[in-house]
């Protein structure tokens, strides 16, 4: 786990100045499909710079930045107080991403390794979440086919421990003024465009970094 000075360190220190209707649930969708979600999520004329309809602050809208050197291309860092993910690339850049992440106590610093994306996934609440919030998710417990509506959205990144799915994920969300808060049952969330591009750099095999939030801090110091 991550502890408050590995956090002070590494992430304060990475980054510097920024440079339809649903299907059954046991049926996936065809690539058909994908593409005309994929339009329907993506405003006209998007530019990932400046495509604004969902209301973010400016800050949160995707931008190129400078990495630390030493970083490996390829992985991820989610600084959970700022709400930002970096994907690391070639050359000492990043690209920076605004998020939202769980919350209470439901977010879950630690490295994880990505085994597994999807595009447009099924998703199944997990046991803990209906033990905790049993009337929100009457009639999920199977899950609920992929769709525009669909809590994990367009994309998902899986994050394991080992060979351990953690049931954590990176993913989109259908509710896109979230971004900046914390409003998830443990995961990542992104705007569904964002993490559309994102979805094409990621490799199966990298690390993702998930640093500790403002109140773990406080309770660290």
Request: aromatic residues 10%; charged residues 15%.
């Given at each position: 786990m991550l502890?408050?000075?590995?956090?002070?360190?590494?992430?304060?220190?990475?980054?510097?100045?920024?440079?339809?209707?649903?299907?059954?649930?046991?049926?996936?969708?065809?690539?058909?499909?994908?593409?005309?979600?994929?339009?329907?999520?993506t405003p006209p004329d998007y530019n990932p710079w400046t495509s604004n309809p969902w209301g973010l602050h400016p800050r949160f809208l995707p931008k190129l930045v400078e990495a630390r050197a030493d970083l490996k291309p390829g992985d991820i860092h989610v600084d959970a107080v700022a709400r930002y993910l970096y994907h690391i690339r070639e050359n000492g850049i990043a690209m920076r991403y605004g998020v939202a992440i769980a919350r209470g106590n439901l977010y879950e610093p630690g490295t994880y390794t990505i085994r597994r994306k999807a595009k447009?996934?099924?998703?199944?609440?997990?046991?803990?979440?209906?033990?905790r919030d049993p009337e929100l998710f009457a009639g999920l417990e199977n899950g609920m086919p992929p769709g525009p509506t669909n809590p994990l959205g367009s994309r998902a990144f899986y994050l394991y421990v080992g060979n351990r799915d953690t049931y954590l994920r990176i993913h989109g969300t259908p509710y896109?003024?979230?971004?900046?808060?914390?409003?998830?049952?443990?995961?990542?969330?992104?705007?569904?465009?964002?993490?559309?591009?994102?979805?094409e750099e990621v490799k199966i095999g990298v690390t993702a970094y998930l640093y500790p939030p403002e109140d773990m801090l406080t309770a660290q110091s």
């Open positions: 502890t408050r000075r590995h956090f002070i360190i590494t992430s304060a220190a990475l980054f510097s100045t920024p440079i339809s209707g649903p299907l059954l649930a046991n049926v996936s969708p065809s690539r058909k499909q994908w593409d005309e979600w994929d339009a329907e999520v447009w996934p099924h998703w199944t609440p997990t046991q803990n979440m209906i033990r896109p003024r979230s971004i900046g808060g914390r409003a998830s049952s443990g995961c990542v969330r992104m705007v569904m465009p964002h993490i559309n591009d994102l979805y």
